[in-house]
């Protein structure tokens, strides 16, 4: 069983739901990346989604694509990511942890030589943006090969073809986009979200995250009623960017316990 399996798993015994933080690779600095993992996984987090910074990150808003900008001006590429998910497995065993970004870095990598790269660093899950299932049959045969979930987005415009399409490449769960838009927007319908969720569900057995527009506590609690799991990005990156670079793990550890203890509540 894989360990964002075994997570899901765990959580539905304990009658809680997910807390998928998000954050870029390399943001603010490489060296305060695996403390940041250790920080969110301390504070709550059941899943650690780490974004792979790329020059045209064409689903993420502003905030994130500030985020990838300045990992990018350090320089950090897939390589680095799977280096510092390396260094994070030696201490955290029982964390999962999803790569999340776009093809191109994947490409220039070659398909066998990321996965063989991904398992080995302790990677578990990978949300490739621009890689949709009806055209990722070779890359889906070498995460399974490897034993990396491939997870897919679905939003409020996906046709019954492309569910059916992710219901059945998909592994580990499903992320559905809240609204129309990118990272960061704002103006999340709940009741809107709740009817889409109840329909995919007659289409899809896994786990079902909502990300996109959660922003604090309130909002993830409410999300957390009806969806198996709440991602939460562009405002641990806001805090990322706004704190004093000798308070960003504090500040952030205390954003995501926070969020935690209110969907918890």
């Not at 403390?35 to 996984?41: D, E, F, N, R, V």
């Not at 792979?52 to 990992?71: L, N």
């Not at 029982?94 to 490409?107: D, F, Q």
């Not at 621009?130 to 889906?140: A, I, K, M």
């Amino acid at each position: 069983m894989s360990r964002i399996k075994a997570r899901f798993a765990q959580l539905k015994q304990q009658n809680k739901k997910a807390l998928i933080p998000f954050f870029t690779a390399g943001d603010p600095t490489p060296a305060l990346t695996v403390p940041l993992m250790h920080t969110l996984a301390e504070a709550g987090a059941d899943i650690i989604e780490l974004g792979v910074p790329f020059s045209d990150p064409m689903a993420d808003g502003p905030t994130i694509q500030r985020s990838s900008e300045r990992a990018l001006l350090h320089h950090v590429g897939l390589k680095d990511i799977l280096g510092m998910v390396r260094e994070f497995r030696k201490q955290n065993t029982t964390t999962p942890v999803v790569l999340m970004g776009y093809a191109n870095p994947i490409e220039a990598m070659g398909y066998e030589s990321f996965a063989r790269q991904a398992q080995a660093a302790g990677v578990d899950g990978v949300l490739t943006v621009d890689y949709p299932p009806e055209e990722c049959g070779e890359f889906l045969a070498c995460l399974a090969q490897h034993a990396l979930d491939p997870i897919f987005l679905l939003s409020p415009t996906s046709v019954d073809a492309r569910v059916a399409a992710v219901a059945k490449a998909a592994r580990g769960f499903v992320y559905y986009v809240s609204l129309k838009g990118v990272t960061g927007a704002a103006n999340v319908d709940l009741a809107e979200v709740k009817a889409r969720l109840t329909k995919l569900r007659k289409q899809i057995s896994l786990p079902l995250g909502v990300g996109f527009g959660i922003r604090d506590g309130v909002m993830a609690k409410s999300m957390a009623e009806f969806a198996d799991a709440v991602v939460i990005g562009s405002r641990i990156v806001q805090e990322i960017e706004s704190a004093p670079a000798d308070q960003v793990t504090a500040r952030v550890g205390a954003l995501v316990k926070s969020i935690r203890t209110a969907m918890d509540s």
